[in-house]
């Protein structure tokens, strides 16, 4: 490019000319993905995160029945 010139445009090509259509994509089958084993959890692990569950909510339940239990004493005695 010299001095003074503007650079040059491309020219799009002929419409009367066959282009060639665009490739389309063909769509590959995935294997379907194994959990790797650190991502699984050990099922003693669940059955343990299951029993402290049940725990922890007999253990609610006990409380709030304690808790009516004192309640209904202290208004018998007011």
Do not use: N
Request: aromatic content about 0%.
């Amino acid at each position: 490019m010299s001095k003074g010139k503007s650079p040059r445009k491309r020219k799009s090509p002929a419409s009367d000319e066959a282009q060639p259509p665009a490739p389309v994509p063909v769509p590959v089958p995935t294997p379907e993905r194994r959990p790797v084993v650190s991502e699984r959890r050990p099922l003693a692990l669940d059955d343990l995160a299951r029993v402290v569950r049940q725990m922890v909510g007999a253990v609610l339940d006990l409380a709030d029945r304690a808790a009516e239990v004192i309640s209904k004493r202290i208004e018998g005695r007011a």
